[in-house]
Structure formats: structure tokens, C-alpha cells
């Protein structure tokens, strides 16, 4: 969600902040802003909207200083406004915030008995507030910030920039990511490794509860304990190139279109050698003894849970429930002995899916986490952490990722189902040829992206879709609905093809689109009798299919959309493009904002 930067530099910090904000507008925004100190004054900009209009406003009303913070917010409360837009300032300090203050009407209600006014609606401003209430009572600003921070309740990441103060930061964490770059005569604050890529390699990760004093000679850092503790200092590998739309016209585009690449990758890294074993990266983990598996995640990655859940149980035949992490913890279930708890998320740091981890730690026998940022908070706590090799996504709407998930979770099935003994060595054998395969047949897909664009420009046409699966189908149906949801704003709901006569098929008429995820399996006739029941009806059928499956049940479809033959286990990742690239080229043809939905977040870093 929101994004924070800060410099303390050697040179004009304005532009260095909008540049670092524009590396964090993948998380998506409503408005940002920057505030600086100069010749010991402390001065802010604010804008609505996207960081041009705050470009457009620092070339009108300059703001010198090498000493400042920034933040890209999306709104929680109150309303986008320039207003409600950070940093907020309290005379001589300038707070940014990532996350909710849960008690901030607690502090409101604090600060009026003491005749402090306000002028916003938002959280954030009480931290401003009650911090230049401390300075104005006599503490210097770390003590200020300090003790505003014992108050808190809640989640948040935040940065205090003072008046008067040209080489001081403080920042804190706790539930939200911040990290601390180190330079040379220079140190920055940012949410994540990426808004600090072009200025330093080295970052310190804060760990839950610290607070940093930060000044250009360096950084002093707290536990929440109060005690010093040092940080380890890691040198990001980051593919700054994987951050630029390399000739595409979105970052979404670029990412569909490198999916066989990171799949390779993904690939080779748990299928190193010439044999069929699958290798975990320093782990003794052993499925043999496991009883049960929960898997827990949100939105997409919800829905790669939900397509693992088939192959753990028809692979390795071990139960699996499949939770939204936002609702795990709050029902409080058991966890039984034998119990490996699995999470998923592209960020490393979705609240709900930490939470629900924080949950199970002491209580699952392992925990075992999917993720993208190696460095991530979910990967730390977690007691082995398989890394999906996407590289950096920028596009709100998730899609590389996706596929990684799906393919680093499909290994570890199979690894699940080597340790149990649940496969023959022959079957082994034919699941890692069609994974190693799996790149050139992606490959193929991406070929029928103008079959796609052209079914994708009749279905700009709708207000309503509807998407249908079977088996493995039915999650990446609910995927695809999702995708198309977020970027076309189109409304989108998937079931399970059996579940159409259960109710969804009153909604059928003649205007309603139905895209039919349909590979020539063992449960293609019976989806494609669903299919007819639609049609019968008048719906406009989008038949996703193989080439034996167009060729026995394209009769009377509205459109079809032909993807090559592969392994029944693989048809989720490959049936994933051709979603993805539906909704791509919908939004396109509507117009909308594809890589930055309207209210949407990539790093959803609050409950």
C-alpha cells in the first residue's frame, strides 16, 4: 500500500524522492507528497492523483534541501485530498505513515482536552499531533518520536522528519515493512529495496518493533525492548532492468510476456539436475509423517492455493485446507500435531497472511512459506521460505507471480508425494518432463495474443461475465474472473462449472458473456455439457480449449480462444495466460488504468 522514501543526502533531495516514489507506485496510490528541511526550515509539497501532478507542482513551487521524506498514500480514512495527502506536519515535524493507527481517536480525544485542533480526517495526524505536543514540552525530537511510539496501537511504518534538524530521521516499524539504505556520506529509509535501488545496494531490513535514529553517518537501532541491536547490512542483488516496461506498453504486458523465462528459472532452480528429484533449498522438510496441510493466502495467491489444494491431495494424498488469511486467525482453529502450515504471498508481507503465520508459529509443526522477496517478513519468520524466482512485479494486477506460485507449488507436491511414496517412479518421470517442457509450450500460448485481443474487444462490450471450470479449472476460473475484475472493472464472478444449475444460471441471457475453461480432460464432457446449458440460453460463449477440444465442442460458441496440449497437472499455469491476457486486452480496449487499477494496492500491508 502506501510507499515511504527518505533521504539524507549530499545533494538536492526533491527529485531523488519523486524518482524514488515513482519506483513505489506499483503498490498503488491516491496522492503523495514530499517534505524537506533547508536552512533548517521545514517545508512540504502535496498532490492528488498520480506523481506527475506533484512533478507539475515542484516545477511551479520548488523545494530545496538535501534532507527529506516522501510517501505515495492510498486512502484509509478519510477521503484523497490534498488535505489528507502525507508527509503531515505538526509546525516543526513531518510524519509519513504506512499502515492504521487502531487507537488514533483514543489520541484525538487526548489532544483536544489539551486544545490541539485538527485539520484533517485522517489517523496519521494525531502522530504529528502528539509529537510537537512532546517537543513543545520540553523533549528533543528522537525523545518526541519515542514517546508518540509508546502510544501507538496498530500497524504502521513511519518517518519523522523535524525542523531544524538537517541530518536526522527517525523511523520506526511495526506490522509494516521499512528497510534502511546505507551510502556512502548518505542514508535513506524506503518501504521496500526497490524505491532505494538507484541510490545504494545496502539495506538493513527492521525487524518487528525497532526503532532507527538515522543520520548520513550512519544508523542506530532499537528493539522494542529499547535495547541497541544491529541489523545485518545485505547487498540486494535487484534486476533494475525488470523495473523499465522494456518496449511494452504496460508493465502488465511485460510480465505476461516473461513468464517462460521466470518459470524457467523457477524450474531449474528446484529441478537443478539431470534426475526427477525435486531439491528444497536447506531444508530436512519430509512429507511422510505430515497428517494435515493448511495452506493460508489472499486474493491470487488464495487462488494458487486452491489450485495446490488438488495436487497435494491427488498426488501426495494429504488433506488440505485452504484458508483467506483475513478470516484464518479470527476463527481460531485448531492445529493439530502433524500439521505443516504453509503461506503464500508475492510481497512477503501481506498483514493478514503475517498474522495468520504469527498464529501458527509454536502450534504447526513446520512453517513453509511461497514468496517473492527473499528478504521479505513472511520469509524470515517462516522455517523454510521457497523463493518463486518472478523477478520484480509492478502491475497492480498480479500475473508472473502467479505462475511462479503455481509452478514452485506443483514441485513441492511432487516432493510431497516422493517423500509419501504416493507416485510411481515412471509417473514422477512424466510430471518433471512436461514441467521441464512447460517454458515452450507458455511460449505457444503467447502466440494467440491476437485471437485473444479480438475476443477480448467484444467482451469490453459487457457489464457482466461470468467464468466456468471444472477440477483445476475452477480455481484459475476464479482467478481469471478476478483479473478481469481488477484491471476492466468489469463486474466478474467464476463457479464451478457443476454449481451453474444451482443458481448462476438465472443470470444467463443473451448479453451475458461466459468464458469456459475447458482443456480436452477427463471432465471436459461434463463441463461441456454445462457449456450447452448456457448456450441453450443464449449466453456468448469464450471456449478456452486444446485443439481436440475446440474441434468437438466449438459449435455455436460466441469465440475460442486455442491453447496447446500439455499435462492435465500444467493446465492451470498454461490456461493462466489466456486469462491474463483477456483482461489485459479488455482494460485496453476500455481504457482503463492497467497497471494501476483505481483503489487497488500491491503490497497490502494492512488489515
Known amino acids: 500500500m502506501c510507499g515511504i522514501v527518505g533521504v539524507l543526502g549530499s545533494h538536492e533531495v526533491a527529485p531523488m524522492l519523486v524518482e524514488a516514489l515513482k519506483r513505489l507506485e506499483y503498490r498503488g496510490y491516491d496522492s503523495a507528497g514530499i517534505a524537506t528541511v533547508n536552512n533548517g526550515a521545514l517545508d512540504r509539497r502535496r498532490a492528488v492523483?498520480?506523481?506527475?501532478?506533484?512533478?507539475?507542482?515542484?516545477?511551479?513551487?520548488?523545494?530545496?534541501?538535501?534532507?527529506?521524506?516522501?510517501?505515495?498514500?492510498?486512502?484509509?480514512?478519510?477521503?484523497?485530498?490534498?488535505?489528507?495527502?502525507?508527509?503531515?506536519?505538526a509546525d516543526g515535524v513531518a510524519v509519513v505513515h504506512n499502515g492504521i493507527i487502531e487507537n488514533y481517536r483514543e489520541l484525538r480525544a487526548d489532544l483536544a482536552e489539551q486544545g490541539v485542533e485538527f485539520t484533517t480526517d485522517t489517523d496519521t495526524e494525531t502522530v504529528a499531533l502528539l509529537t510537537e505536543l512532546h517537543m513543545r514540552n520540553g523533549a528533543d525530537p528522537v525523545v518526541a518520536a519515542n514517546q508518540t511510539l509508546d502510544r501507538l496501537q496498530g500497524a504502521f511504518a513511519l518517518a519523522f522528519l523535524f525542523d531544524g534538524h538537517e541530518d536526522l530521521i527517525v523511523a520506526a516499524r511495526k506490522g509494516s515493512p521499512l528497510a534502511i539504505g546505507h551510502g556512502e556520506g548518505e542514508m535513506y529509509v524506503g518501504s521496500d529495496a526497490i524505491a532505494l535501488a538507484p541510490m545504494t545496494d545496502r539495506i538493513s531490513y527492521l525487524e518487528e518493533g525497532?526503532?532507527?535514529?538515522?543520520?548520513?553517518?550512519?544508523?542506530?537501532?532499537?528493539?522494542?525492548?529499547?535495547?541497541?541491536?544491529?541489523?545485518?547490512?545485505?547487498?540486494?542483488?535487484?534486476?533494475?532492468?525488470?523495473?523499465?516496461?522494456?518496449?511494452?506498453?504496460?508493465?502488465?504486458?511485460?510480465?505476461?510476456?516473461?513468464?517462460?523465462?521466470?518459470?524457467?528459472?523457477?524450474?531449474?532452480?528446484?529441478?537443478?539436475?539431470?534426475?526427477?528429484?525435486?531439491?528444497?533449498?536447506?531444508?530436512?522438510?519430509?512429507?511422510?509423517?505430515?497428517?494435515?496441510?493448511?495452506?493460508?493466502?489472499?486474493?491470487?495467491a488464495y487462488y494458487a492455493c486452491l489450485t495446490a489444494k488438488y495436487w497435494f491431495e491427488?498426488?501426495?494424498?494429504?488433506?488440505?485446507?485452504?484458508?483467506?488469511?483475513?478470516?484464518?486467525?479470527?476463527?481460531?482453529?485448531?492445529?493439530?500435531?502433524?500439521?505443516?502450515?504453509?503461506?503464500?504471498?508475492?510481497?512477503?508481507?501481506?498483514?493478514?497472511?503475517?498474522?495468520?503465520?504469527?498464529?501458527?508459529?509454536?502450534?504447526?509443526?513446520?512453517?513453509?512459506?511461497?514468496?517473492?522477496?527473499?528478504?521479505?517478513?513472511?520469509?524470515?519468520?517462516?522455517?523454510?521460505?521457497?523463493?518463486?524466482?518472478?523477478?520484480?512485479?509492478?502491475?497492480?494486477?498480479?500475473?508472473?507471480?502467479?505462475?511462479?506460485?503455481?509452478?514452485?507449488?506443483?514441485?513441492?507436491?511432487?516432493?510431497?508425494?516422493?517423500?509419501?511414496?504416493?507416485?510411481?517412479?515412471?509417473?514422477?518421470?512424466?510430471?518433471?518432463?512436461?514441467?521441464?517442457?512447460?517454458?515452450?509450450?507458455?511460449?505457444?500460448?503467447?502466440?494467440?495474443?491476437?485471437?485473444?485481443?479480438?475476443?477480448?474487444?467484444?467482451?469490453?462490450e459487457a457489464r457482466d461475465v461470468l467464468f466456468l471450470g471444472r477440477g483445476l479449472m475452477y480455481p484459475l476460473a476464479l482467478e481469471g474472473a478476478l483479473k478481469l475484475k481488477e484491471i476492466s472493472y468489469i463486474h466478474a464472478e467464476a463457479y464451478a462449472s457443476g454449481e451453474l444449475k444451482h443458481g448462476p444460471i438465472a443470470l444467463i441471457d443473451q448479453q451475458m458473456p461466459v468464458v469456459v475453461m475447458a482443456p480436452r480432460d477427463a471432465l471436459f464432457d461434463k463441463t461441456v455439457s454445462n457449456m450447452q446449458e448456457v448456450m441453450a440460453r443464449k449466453g456468448k460463449v469464450i471456449l478456452v480449449s486444446d485443439e481436440r477440444g475446440i474441434a468437438e465442442a466449438s459449435d455455436g460458441v460466441w469465440s475460442t480462444i486455442r491453447m496447446p496440449r500439455i499435462h492435465n497437472s500444467l493446465t492451470p499455469i498454461l490456461y493462466a495466460v489466456p486469462a491474463q491476457l483477456l483482461a489485459y486486452h479488455t482494460a485496453v480496449a476500455k481504457g482503463t488504468d492497467v497497471d494501476q487499477p483505481r483503489n487497488l494496492a500491491k503490497s497490502v500491508t494492512v488489515e
Open 49 to 89: 492523483g498520480k506523481l506527475v501532478n506533484l512533478s507539475d507542482l515542484l516545477v511551479h513551487q520548488p523545494l530545496a534541501g538535501k534532507s527529506g521524506i516522501g510517501h505515495t498514500r492510498w486512502a484509509t480514512h478519510g477521503a484523497p485530498s490534498v488535505n489528507n495527502a502525507h508527509p503531515h506536519r
Open 210 to 300: 525497532d526503532r532507527a535514529v538515522v543520520t548520513r553517518a550512519g544508523v542506530d537501532i532499537f528493539d522494542e525492548q529499547g535495547k541497541p541491536v544491529i541489523r545485518e547490512i545485505r547487498t540486494i542483488q535487484l534486476d533494475t532492468a525488470r523495473v523499465d516496461k522494456a518496449g511494452h506498453k504496460h508493465f502488465m504486458a511485460k510480465e505476461i510476456a516473461e513468464q517462460p523465462e521466470v518459470i524457467g528459472e523457477a524450474i531449474r532452480h528446484y529441478l537443478p539436475s539431470g534426475d526427477d528429484a525435486v531439491h528444497l533449498p536447506g531444508t530436512d522438510l519430509d512429507f511422510s509423517n505430515v497428517q494435515r496441510l493448511t495452506m493460508v493466502a489472499c486474493g491470487t
Open 314 to 460: 491427488q498426488l501426495a494424498r494429504i488433506p488440505v485446507e485452504v484458508d483467506v488469511a483475513s478470516e484464518f486467525r479470527y476463527r481460531e482453529p485448531p492445529i493439530p500435531d502433524g500439521t505443516v502450515a504453509l503461506f503464500v504471498s508475492q510481497s512477503g508481507e501481506t498483514a493478514d497472511t503475517l498474522a495468520a503465520l504469527r498464529y501458527c508459529s509454536g502450534k504447526a509443526d513446520r512453517i513453509v512459506s511461497v514468496v517473492n522477496v527473499a528478504e521479505s517478513s513472511i520469509a524470515r519468520e517462516s522455517d523454510l521460505a521457497l523463493p518463486i524466482h518472478a523477478g520484480v512485479e509492478i502491475g497492480v494486477a498480479s500475473t508472473k507471480a502467479f505462475t511462479c506460485q503455481l509452478t514452485v507449488l506443483l514441485m513441492l507436491a511432487l516432493k510431497a508425494a516422493t517423500d509419501r511414496g504416493t507416485l510411481s517412479a515412471e509417473t514422477l518421470a512424466d510430471h518433471v518432463a512436461a514441467l521441464r517442457g512447460l517454458p515452450s509450450v507458455l511460449n505457444v500460448a503467447l502466440d494467440q495474443n491476437d485471437a485473444i485481443r479480438s475476443a477480448a474487444q467484444r467482451l469490453s
